[in-house]
């Protein structure tokens, strides 16, 4: 694997940028999916291709998506709303030799994003992936920046170097190792980039450039439970018991879990 961080400025010709596939899961998503429609085919990028997977929505969202009129824009529909089959779905549809993953909300920061992070596939050999650094904003909290160096260390605590949003991935990475595991509801970008690092000869490169503003919903304490059983089962099943039993004890899940639990119990007996 291969790692390099810098500022990816140089302008190259247009033709020697490879086409990129966006795809968006979307479902009863019609108050955001134009704002980020608005903003991906605002890019300045020479070849690219919109996938929307739909899971039956009943609003407008397949409306204002047919609004468009754009060659770039495809729509496919899946049965259900579950957003790992989705993104297969548009992976297996995708024309592109990268691949982007958005969801309605998210939007990159400028118009010279993707070029900005193809950029670092053309000055050098083809990476498997490449990823920039990310604004999180929840509209409660500050926004924060998130980057991270993407190594076994960092997954073992599990915590990822970035959001998949950030993410350009090779198409033929999910021939090598696979797609999402869709038994998995929250970390299954999380157990992705396990197989990544574990996997021999495969390259990436980064930049610390911020890319992507990316809508980061607060954690629900119905998903509480669910984030914490999903990253112990995927530690363990990567990195062996004792790895999960260490991350067990050095993280935050049950201490939030906790002030939740005492919060909900407090408010039974005496209210808010």
Not at 100 to 125: C, H, I, M, Q, V
Not at 172 to 192: D, N, P
Not at 199 to 216: A, E, Q
Not at 225 to 232: D, G, L, N, R, S
Request: overall charge positive; glycine content about 6%.
């Amino acid at each position: 694997m291969e790692e390099t961080n810098f500022n990816p400025t140089q302008e190259f010709m247009d033709y020697l940028y490879p086409r990129i596939t966006v795809v968006i899961p979307t479902y009863n998503n019609s108050q955001n999916i134009g704002y980020t429609l608005d903003n991906v085919l605002k890019q300045s990028y020479p070849d690219l291709e919109v996938i929307i997977v739909d899971a039956g929505s009943t609003d407008r969202t397949l409306d204002i998506v047919n609004g468009y009129f754009s060659p770039k824009v495809r729509i496919c529909s899946v049965a259900t709303y579950q957003v790992y089959e989705m993104l297969n779905k548009g992976i297996s549809l995708a024309t592109g030799k990268y691949i982007n993953f958005l969801a309605p909300g998210d939007y990159y920061l400028s118009e010279t994003s993707l070029k900005s992070l193809t950029n670092l596939s053309l000055n050098g050999e083809k990476p498997h992936l490449m990823f920039g650094a990310c604004l999180l904003r929840d509209g409660k909290f500050e926004p924060r920046i998130l980057y991270r160096t993407l190594s076994l260390s960092l997954l073992q605590k599990g915590l990822q170097p970035t959001t998949i949003q950030s993410c350009l991935f090779h198409h033929e990475l999910f021939s090598i190792i696979g797609k999402f595991r869709t038994h998995y509801k929250l970390r299954g970008e999380f157990e992705l980039f396990c197989r990544f690092i574990l996997y021999p000869g495969l390259r990436f490169k980064t930049t610390k450039n911020v890319l992507i503003d990316f809508d980061f919903k607060s954690v629900y304490r119905k998903n509480i439970w669910i984030h914490f059983k999903e990253t112990f089962k995927i530690i363990r099943h990567h990195f062996g018991f004792i790895t999960a039993f260490r991350w067990l004890f050095y993280q935050k899940d049950l201490g939030r879990m906790a002030r939740i639990w005492a919060r909900g119990l407090k408010r039974a007996f005496i209210g808010r």
